[in-house]
Structures are given as C-alpha cells and as structure tokens.
C-alpha cells in the first residue's frame, strides 16, 4: 500500500507489508539524480538479524539503497524506518510530517556503513580512528572508548597494529579498521559497500573473512552489495537482483544464485562468473 500525500505534504500512515517485523523498512521509495530514476518505487523489508546480499549491474540502485538506508540521501517519494522510527518523518497526530535534522540523526545512529574506500583519518592511528567516533558521537569516557576500540580492533585480527596509522597498513588492514569503526557504535544495521572492490585481489580474502564472521557470530541485520557470488550464497539468508531501479527477483540463494527465475538474473550471473 502506497502512502498518500495531502496538499500540505504530511502523509497518513500506511501499514508495512510483507515478512513480519523489519527492522529496516522501505515503502515505496524512489530516488533520482537529475533526469535519471535511480529506484523506483521500491518495497523493502529487512528483518532483525536478517544477512540480506544485493547483487545487479552497477548503476542498478543497489548503492542508492545504502546511502538511503544511512540518511545520506533523501528519497523524493516513500518512507523509510529503522527500528519502527521513521527517518525522514516524525509521526504527528495519526500523520506523518517532516523529521527535524535532530531527529534523523537519532535515528540513523542505528545504522553503520562500510564504504568501498576506507575514509581512514590518515593522522589518527587505528585505535584513535575506532576510539574518537565513540568520545564525540556518544560521549563515551575516553578510557571506556579506548577499550571497546581496542577490544573492536582485536576482533578483526588487528590486535598487533594498533598503534600504526593508515599508510602504514595494508589496504585489507584498513578496510578491518573501517570495519571496527563501524562496529563501535553498536549499530542494529550494518551496510557493506562493496567492500573489497578497493583492495588488490590477494587482500581480498582477509577482509570477506572479517565480514562472514560478523555474519555468522553476531545477530545484526545486515545489507551487503557484492559481486562475490560464492560469498553471497555462504552468509545471505535473501539475496535480492536489482536492475533499471527495481528490484526483479528476490529469494534465497539457492534459487536466486543457483536456479535464478529471470532472465536478466541469469545473464547477470554469466558475466560476472565469466569474468
């Protein structure tokens, strides 16, 4: 069900569809830049603990739909929640208005992302780029922050290289650190971009390792673009096909990968295995 919106731009509540329970939800989502639709009207449902891989053509959505998910972009149609809070809207009277910048922010702190570039502060060390987040987001005490740092730092198998700055670590080394970062917040959502498509092919396997282990071990939703099939089919619990803004075939991965439906599926899963 599509949400309407009256002359003064609030909109009456809809109810989700779909799985049950979401912790992040999307209703009828479009987003544009200049003259060409990016997503079109898309539905989507993530579930708590739910490992959710997209996979389609570059310029498909599939970024679109992390930047989104965060708050960087705005959608200019549909809702979007997390956690059952709106986050570009505050519900007013059994209506839906505008959220204040306060508002979003709160919201979105439920959410952490990984980039495809590292984004590192290049004169922080690897504990400081994981510790300061922490003292100036949450205000944590600085001793408690380096210690969850350090703690977040060891998880990801960098236990020795904490006190090293970002030119001084392999490009996997701080992709872990980005990781670490993210994870710090204690997000309920955690987004992956592509997260090896930076990385030179040998560096490759220690940072999909990270992220199969935080899928297997921890009950975070996840949302990860890739176009590592194999990777894909070992942590998704759904995988869903985005092309021209849509998304056209959604399931698990043994029949979106394996058995997929659509044509466009299929001849997207070719090229890339064929590469």
């Known amino acids: ?8 731009g609030s909109q009456t509540l809809s109810p989700a569809t779909g799985m049950g329970p979401a912790l992040l939800s999307m209703r009828n989502v479009s987003k544009s830049y200049g003259d060409r639709k990016i997503l079109d009207g898309i ?7 739910e490992k959710v891989a997209l996979i389609g053509p570059s310029g498909s959505g599939k970024t679109t739909i992390l930047r989104l998910a965060i708050g960087l972009v705005e959608p200019e149609e549909g809702t979007i929640r997390i956690d059952g809070r709106y986050l570009w809207h505050e519900e007013d009277g059994g209506r839906l208005r505008r959220a204040s910048n306060k508002h979003t ?38 001793p408690e922050a380096e210690k969850r740092a350090a703690g977040l730092l060891a998880k990801v198998g960098l236990a020795d ?14 992709q ?27 560096l490759v396997g220690e940072v999909l ?67």
């Open 43 to 49: 539905d989507l449902d993530v579930a708590p603990g």
């Open 209 to 275: 390792k990270v992220v199969r282990d935080l899928a297997h071990e921890t009950d975070m939703s996840m949302l990860i673009v890739t176009h590592e099939i194999s990777f894909a089919i070992d942590i998704a619990d759904r995988v869903l096909m985005f092309d021209t803004g849509k998304i056209i075939e959604e399931g698990p991965p043994s029949q979106v990968l394996k058995a997929p439906q659509e044509p466009r599926t299929r001849q997207f899963l070719r090229a890339i295995l064929e590469r």
């Open 1 to 8: 069900m599509q949400s309407r919106i009256d002359p003064s």
């Open 176 to 202: 872990r650190v980005a990781i670490a970062r993210s994870m710090a917040l204690q997000p309920r959502v955690m987004l992956f971009d592509e997260v090896t498509s930076a990385l030179d092919p040998e």
């Open 105 to 142: 922010r709160q919201v979105r702190r439920s959410v952490g992302i990984v980039f495809q570039q590292f984004n590192l502060f290049p004169h922080m060390s690897a504990l400081e780029n994981v510790r300061e987040p922490l003292v100036h987001t949450i205000g944590l005490p600085r």
């Open 161 to 174: 290289h904490l006190t090293k700055r970002p030119a001084q670590l392999s490009g996997g080394q701080q």
